[in-house]
């Protein structure tokens, strides 16, 4: 699997978009893009995911770079529940199975 | 909500005990996950199951670690004997994998808390 490059931690204050930036430069063409985030005390939730194009759900927008060396994690309006760890990580699905490796993704502090 | 299911959510045990954790997927999900959160290492996988059967259990340390799947509704995850550094979150997850790439969503429990004295 490529490795991952995040920020250990950003600030984002309520309200404002959250851009969370990943680097996977050494992304290979049959990997996808997954983000996960994990809030305190609980379980890692899955947020999104994408190959080439920009995605979007009603969580967040994922951008990836034309040459997909690197992504980034959109939050449009940020709120105070949105404080989480933030975990980009890339895999490849084949027959050996779908198992995700976290690294140490970024830790996202909303301020009021 | 579906969601997946883990007990206990809190496990306080003496060194030398055997620890049972279980979870119970998401109903129609047909791979399971266990993974280990530390704050030093963070999360770790352990083993995985396709359709109840390991595909890999690499992670997982085999002398002492055990995972199974009895049926498609429960998975556990046995230490024995346990040690004080097996004191982690284990965290189930669950996702619906048919064998086509792309589909990425994995469903995690809330994670059985475990303190080895």
């Known amino acids: 699997d490529a490795k991952t490059t995040q920020p250990p931690s950003m600030d984002c204050a309520e309200g404002r978009a959250a851009n969370l930036p990943c680097n996977h430069s050494?992304?290979?063409?049959?990997?996808?893009v997954y983000w996960y985030r994990q809030i305190h005390s609980q379980g890692p939730q899955y947020i999104i995911h994408g190959l080439k194009n920009n995605e979007t759900n009603e969580m967040a927008s994922l951008i990836i770079t034309e040459d997909r060396k690197s992504s980034t994690l959109i939050l449009p309006h940020a709120t105070l529940r949105d404080t989480a760890v933030y975990y980009c990580i890339v895999r490849v699905a084949g027959d050996s199975g779908y198992a995700l490796n976290f690294g140490k993704g970024t830790s996202l502090l909303v301020t009021p | 909500d579906a969601r997946v299911t883990q007990t206990p959510r809190h496990k306080v045990t003496e060194m030398g005990q055997e620890v049972t954790m279980r979870c119970q997927p998401i109903?129609?999900?047909?791979?399971v996950f266990w993974y280990r959160q530390t704050m030093m290492q963070g999360l770790e996988l352990l083993a995985y199951?396709?359709?109840?059967?390991?595909l890999d259990d690499s992670g997982m340390p085999k002398d002492r670690f055990s995972a199974e799947m009895p049926d498609a509704t429960l998975a556990t995850l046995k230490i024995q004997p346990s040690e004080p550094r097996d004191s982690a979150v284990y965290f189930c997850?669950?996702?619906?994998w048919g064998g086509g790439p792309g589909t990425g969503e994995l469903f995690f429990g809330e994670g059985s808390r475990l303190t080895v004295l």
């Open positions: 997850a669950s996702g619906p």
């Open positions: 050494t992304i290979s063409g049959n990997e996808y």
């Open positions: 109903l129609g999900h047909n791979t």
């Open positions: 199951f396709r359709n109840r059967a390991p």
